[in-house]
């Protein structure tokens, strides 16, 4: 089966770091995708990995462990605007599907 | 430009009458899908389709049909047997060629309320 679970909400101060973590237990795996959505608006991406390992794209980073299902978004210097949820996604073998989890819903305090 | 454009933005619909949301895409993707997010919740799949003229049924396509006569369109119809929903419909596509890090592209999606 297809299981993805992601922490339901995260609270945080203004300039602090934050980190995101998703397990997942897919069918098969070809990538997992993190994207941020703001209420009321599609989700964008923000980072993908497919190897272990951590990606940097500036304030935001993405860790992946296959062996593991596990992965954790980092952001960083958090700003009001950051305040969304985070949506965790693994894109199987087989069908090229995205399997998203329930979003991680980050609320950023000044 | 290129990108994917859902009609429309807001839709009513009464009690037993089916409607149908639009979805094209110019980005020539051979993948397209159908997302159904219900407040404070994940993305659910409802249809998806890997090549025209085919599709898949998602995990809750009950009370859902599509369609993909074209490449560039993928028109989910909600019938009177969803018996709830309300809810906000996302449209994505996807390459499937090239690079395992083809990631999937969201239109601004579709609120649909029955009244």
């Known amino acids: 089966g297809q299981n993805i679970d992601q922490p339901t909400e995260m609270t945080a101060t203004e300039g602090a770091i934050v980190q995101i973590n998703c397990t997942y237990q897919?069918?098969?795996?070809?990538?997992l995708f993190w994207y941020q959505q703001h209420a009321g608006e599609a989700p964008t991406f923000l980072s993908y990995n497919v190897l272990d390992g951590l990606e940097e794209k500036g304030r935001f980073s993405s860790f992946l462990s296959r062996s593991k299902g596990y992965s954790y978004l980092l952001l960083k210097e958090l700003q009001m605007k950051d305040s969304a949820s985070y949506l965790c996604?693994?894109?199987?073998?087989?069908?090229?599907?995205?399997?998203f989890g329930p979003g991680t819903r980050l609320s950023v305090l000044p | 430009d290129g990108g994917i454009t859902q009609s429309p933005k807001y839709l009513f619909r009464k009690e037993g009458q089916n409607v149908t949301l639009s979805c094209e895409q110019n980005?020539?993707?051979?993948?397209m899908y159908w997302y159904r997010q219900d407040p404070g919740q994940g993305l659910r799949l409802i249809y998806y389709?890997?090549?025209?003229?085919?599709?898949q049924k998602g995990d809750i396509a009950e009370g859902y049909s599509v369609s993909r006569e074209k490449k560039e369109s993928f028109p989910l119809t909600v019938t009177s047997a969803q018996k709830n929903p309300t809810a906000f419909y996302l449209c994505?596509?996807?390459?499937?060629?090239?690079?395992?890090?083809?990631?999937?592209?969201f239109g601004e999606g579709s609120w649909l309320t029955v009244v």
């Open positions: 389709s890997q090549i025209v003229n085919d599709f």
């Open positions: 980005l020539n993707h051979d993948a």
């Open positions: 897919t069918s098969g795996f070809n990538g």
């Open positions: 994505a596509s996807s390459s499937t060629r090239g690079a395992s890090g083809n990631t999937i592209y």
């Open positions: 996604a693994v894109r199987d073998n087989y069908g090229q599907n995205f399997v």
